[in-house]
């Protein structure tokens, strides 16, 4: 009877600790379901166009898990901006050894490129962007994210310094012109894709295209940063 007794606490125990599991898992996966379907909407939509019942209805969840979970409408959205702001530091590994490995011109044109790679895989992160443009940046500010470490801003950094010394690259260069027309021109090639292509007649979205602007932003900054 002990032996039964102790068989039957060792079950309760484990049965116990896997459902503390299950509920954790589940509730991750819960958590992860609303913050795809809330990132889509804020994306199409903007802060003041999404709203949180339409959110729970395509999660599949009740929305009362997403106030639980995140707090009000304010807090998921800031959530998902941060979340869609870090994503480019997923870049980093790549971009860092274009800094400590490659010819400084050739860095160049792989900065650039990498941007449009990323871009090109994350129109979510664009529309963002642009929504909170049209916020004036309320919620950014309000998040803090200008302090989000940004791998492209202190990778181009090392690449003008490693060109100077190389005497590649001119002394007198602006390294804050130089970021802003880095993010800037490939930003505007993803924000204006759809009447571009338009006006252009051609499908910007095809590869050919996107590696020929990546080119030309590339000779672009280099013809200004050349001795």
């Not at 804020?42 to 395509?58: L, M, P, T, W």
């Not at 702001?85 to 980093?92: F, G």
């Not at 449009?116 to 529309?127: A, C, I, K, P, T």
């Amino acid at each position: 009877k002990m032996t039964d007794q102790l068989v039957e606490e060792v079950r309760t125990v484990d049965d116990v600790g896997y459902e503390v599991k299950l509920r954790g898992t589940r509730a991750e996966r819960t958590k992860k379901k609303i913050l795809i379907a809330a990132e889509e909407a804020f994306a199409q939509k903007g802060f003041y166009g999404a709203r949180i019942d339409e959110i729970a209805q395509n999660a599949g969840v009740n929305k009362r898990l997403i106030y639980e979970y995140f707090g009000k409408k304010e807090d998921l959205y800031t959530r998902i901006l941060e979340d869609v702001y870090k994503r480019l530091n997923e870049c980093e590994t790549d971009i860092i050894q274009f800094k400590n490995t490659m010819h400084p011109m050739d860095a160049i044109g792989a900065l650039v490129q990498r941007y449009f790679m990323f871009l090109s895989h994350d129109l979510n992160y664009v529309r963002m962007v642009m929504w909170e443009n049209m916020n004036q940046a309320a919620y950014f500010k309000a998040k803090g994210l200008d302090d989000i470490r940004n791998p492209i801003k202190y990778a181009l950094r090392g690449i003008i310094k490693h060109g100077q010394e190389m005497q590649l690259f001119r002394d007198n260069l602006d390294e804050k012109q130089i970021l802003m027309t880095l993010f800037a021109i490939p930003f505007n090639y993803y924000s204006n894709i759809y009447t571009m292509s338009a006006i252009m007649r051609a499908d910007l979205f095809t590869r050919e295209e996107r590696m020929a602007r990546a080119q030309h932003i590339t000779d672009m900054l280099l013809a200004y940063m050349r001795k």
